[in-house]
C-alpha cells in the first residue's frame, strides 16, 4: 500500500514537473499538437499539378492534333505553348518557364499506320524528380489512349499493335501523394524526439540537484511519460490519419499493442541518453545532430537496399527504425500482429537493456 501511494505520488508529482516547466510542457505535449498540424499542411496538396510542358508538333496533323486534346484533358500537366521549333522549346525549359518537352516528329503518322520503332520523344528537366514523374503520368495515358485511337482505324492495313498497358495498383497510398506517404512515416519519428527532447531535460534538470531516484520513483516518472507518449500516438495515428485521409487503421489492434512498446523503449533509451547530460539544454545539442540522420537511417527517404552495408546494420539497430516500419506496415498495410513480432520482440530487449544501464547510472553515478 505504502509503494502503491508512493508511486502515484511520483507519477502525479512528473505531471506537475512537466507543467511547471514551459520548455518541457511545450516540447512533449503542445509539439505534438503543432507538429500534427503542420507537416500536413505543407504537403497538404499532396502531388504536384498542371506543370507546364511544351509540345512540338512537326507534323500538324489529325494524329499530332489528337494526341494534343488528349493531353490537355489531363490534370497533372498545362500545355504552356505549341510550337514547331524544338530549339525554341529547349530555351523555354533553359529560362525554366517549362519543365518538358512533348515532341511529335513529323513522321509520326507514317510511323503509326506501318508499325515502324519509334515515334513520340518526351524530354523531361530532371530538376525535380517529383515534377518529372507527375509529367511523365500525365502524358503517358494520354498518349496512348489517342495513338491506339487512331492506330484501330488503320487495323486493317497495319501491323501495329499497341504494348500491353501496365497499370500501377499502390497496395496503400492509393493516391500515390507525397502527403500520404512521408507524414505516416515521420509521426513515430515526431513522438520519439518529443520525448527524447523533453524528458531529457526533465532528468537533466533533476540530476544538477544531485538527484538520486529510487526505483518507485523511476518507475512513476517512466509511467508518467509512457501515458503522455501513448496519447500522443493515438492522437497521430487516430486522429490526425482520419482528419487528413491518410491510410490508417490497417491493423488497430496490433497498433494499440504496439504503441507501448515502441514508447517504452523510447523512454528507456532517453533515460539512458540523460543519464550522460550535465544539463538540460544539452538535450537540444542531441536532437539538432540526430533527427535528420534517424530519418535517413529509417529507410524511408532512401531505401535501406541503395545503402553500404553498414549503414543498413546502423539503421536497424535503431528503435526509430523499427518504429517507423512497423507503424506504417500496422496503420498503412494492414498486416497482421505476427508478421511485427520481432519488431516488437527487439524493442523489448532493447528496452529492457536501457534500462538496466539507465537505472544504474541515474543511481549510482
Known amino acids: 500500500m505504502k509503494k502503491t501511494t508512493s508511486f502515484l505520488h511520483f507519477y502525479i508529482r512528473t505531471f506537475k514537473d512537466i507543467a511547471a516547466n514551459s520548455s518541457i510542457l511545450t516540447t ?4 505534438v499538437f503543432f507538429y500534427s498540424f503542420f507537416y500536413p499542411t505543407a ?28 493531353v490537355s484533358k489531363s490534370p497533372n500537366v498545362r500545355i504552356q505553348s505549341i510550337t514547331g521549333n524544338f530549339a525554341a522549346a529547349e ?29 513520340i ?67 513515430p519519428l515526431i513522438i520519439h524526439q518529443t520525448i527524447v ?12 540537484k544531485k538527484w538520486r531516484p529510487s526505483h518507485t520513483e523511476l518507475m512513476g516518472i517512466f ?37 507501448p512498446v515502441f514508447i517504452s523503449c523510447i523512454i528507456a533509451l532517453t533515460l539512458l541518453i540523460a543519464s550522460f547530460l550535465d544539463m538540460p539544454e544539452r538535450a537540444g545539442h542531441v536532437i539538432v545532430f540526430s533527427s535528420i540522420p534517424l530519418f535517413l537511417l529509417s529507410g524511408t527517404a532512401w531505401p535501406h537496399a541503395a545503402m553500404p552495408q553498414w549503414m543498413q546494420w546502423l539503421g ?18 494492414g498486416v497482421s500482429t505476427s508478421t511485427v513480432i520481432p519488431k516488437l520482440i527487439y524493442l ?10 539507465a537505472n544504474y547510472r541515474l543511481r549510482h553515478k
Open 121 to 187: 520523344g518526351l524530354y523531361l528537366s530532371a530538376a525535380y524528380f517529383l515534377k518529372t514523374k507527375q509529367i511523365g503520368l500525365g502524358l503517358a495515358g494520354s498518349i496512348e489512349n489517342a495513338v491506339a485511337e487512331q492506330a484501330a482505324k488503320f487495323g486493317n492495313i497495319s501491323h501495329f499493335s499497341p504494348a500491353l498497358s501496365i497499370h500501377q495498383i499502390p497496395l496503400f497510398n492509393v493516391l500515390s501523394g507525397y502527403g500520404s506517404y512521408i507524414f505516416p512515416a515521420i509521426a
Open 223 to 259: 509511467t508518467a511519460i509512457l501515458t503522455i507518449g501513448c496519447l500522443g500516438c493515438f492522437y497521430l495515428f487516430g486522429f490526425t490519419f482520419w482528419f487528413y485521409d491518410y491510410p490508417h487503421g490497417g491493423n488497430f489492434w496490433g497498433m494499440l499493442l504496439a504503441v
Open 43 to 70: 504537403y497538404k496538396a499532396e502531388h504536384a499539378e498542371s506543370l507546364p510542358i511544351v509540345i512540338v508538333d512537326e507534323e500538324q496533323s489529325l494524329m499530332t492534333s489528337t494526341i494534343i486534346q488528349e
Open 197 to 208: 527532447l523533453g524528458l531529457s531535460m526533465l532528468i537533466a534538470g533533476y540530476r544538477e
Open 348 to 357: 523489448l530487449c532493447f528496452t529492457a537493456f536501457c534500462l538496466l544501464w
Open 91 to 119: 530555351q523555354l525549359i533553359r529560362e525554366q518557364k517549362a519543365d518538358g518537352i512533348l515532341l511529335l516528329p513529323h513522321n509520326l503518322s507514317n510511323s503509326i499506320y506501318r508499325g515502324e520503332t519509334g515515334g
Open 28 to 31: 512533449l505535449i503542445l509539439s
Open 316 to 333: 536497424n539497430i535503431l528503435p526509430s527504425t523499427q518504429g517507423i516500419q512497423m507503424f506504417i506496415q500496422l496503420n498503412q498495410m
